[in-house]
């Protein structure tokens, strides 16, 4: 008799498989779409039913998917969308990527990815392959996720499958998508290894395997960690250069013609997103638990943490260049989301720089082409046009996040005073422009 795992492979190759993606939004959707351009039948489910109706409808609402294709793909019968989670029990492989946020405590909060696991475990067939992608601790798919799945005496490794794939994607980056940034796959054991490595060798352009699953969730917590780490010390070494009257980014511009041993990161104002400002800490709370404080991780977060601060500074230092106080000011951020050309503004420092000028008395307005509409307090503020925000004449202008779509020479010769964190206004100097 073929083993359900020889079984399950086949029907992968032969593009029979029916997979399910929990969880459809940064992450989950340019996955289902890429799981239903390799040509499986894919059905994305969520407890929104807004998204499961768009997609239904072929409406993309994340930038780095396309309309059209999700439309193409959802007209061919291919490609569909649900709350009902009951449903899961027809799939023969499910990707679950819900969020992974932290308490306010700074634990991580797992409760999304259990009731993803719940709702598996309910409709747990023999043959079935399970995967999580969201972003974790080591150890949560074998001590979390394995033991929820253990009710229905099903044998792990044999008549089902566990893996962990973290993923890797960039939201807005034109160069590396969904399909071209190798997998990492981890299973509970080498069946399920082989198992999700053959899902995802039929979608992506490489996949790599390794041993464990805990493996593969410390490869997507060191690499996060990394850049955390390496922002936190450009940030330092920014404000190190600030009081030494020395330009960090011509120092960056000329370090990084090293050919070998360096790579540049660029000071700003903090961290922002769903994922750098937080999975160092899923790592740092799981390490405590074995005894071991993780201090490059709690110092960059504290470094990064308090760049906001240090942007309201600049900007009491350029408003006390022309003899005017904080309070009172009006001051017009530049975007506000967590990076240029995209509206996520989770856990964006532009949000931070915002409520810390408004507690210090500055009027605060905004422009951002991707973020229309912002909740601040009891206020709903509105994104102004570029031309109405320059014409109005605040007192400063701040650049937080320098999408491409902004006329930086407009900024740069309104000869109001600027406060650039990013270095968008590279070689313009004037005593007017204050640069992180
Ligand atoms: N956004 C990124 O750039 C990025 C990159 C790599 C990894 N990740 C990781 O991927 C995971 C998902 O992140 P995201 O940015 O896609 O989050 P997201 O908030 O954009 O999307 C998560 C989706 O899950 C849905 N959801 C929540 N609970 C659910 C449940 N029980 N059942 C069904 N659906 C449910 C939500 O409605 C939402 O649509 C996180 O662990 C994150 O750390 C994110």
New binding site residues.
Partial sequence: MTSPQRTLIERIRARQARVGV???????LPLVVEFARAGFDVTG????AG?ADAINAGQSYIPDVAASDLAALSASGRLRATTDMSRLGTMDAIDI????PLRKTKDPDLS?VV??VE?VAATLTRGQLVIL????YPGTTDEVVAPMLTARSLTPDVDYFLAFSP?????GNARFNTRNIPKIVGGIGPASTEAAAALYGATVEQVIQVTSTRVAEMVKLLENTFRAVNIGLVNEIALMCHKMDIDVWEVIDAAKTKPFGFMPFYPGPGLG???IPI?PFYLSWKARQSGFECRFIELAGQINGSMPEYVVQLVGEALNSVRKPLNGSRVHLFGMAYKPNVGDVRESPALDVLELLTRQGATVSYTDPYVATLRHGSQTLQSLPQADALAAAADCYVVCTNHDQFDYAAIGTSGALVVDTRNALKDRTASTIFRL
Avoid: N
């Fill in positions: 929990i969880g459809l939004g940064y992450v989950g489910f969520d407890v929104d998204k990527c819900v969020p992974t999304y009731h993803a709702a992608e969201s972003t974790t993923e890797r994607v960039d939201p997103g769903h994922c999975d």
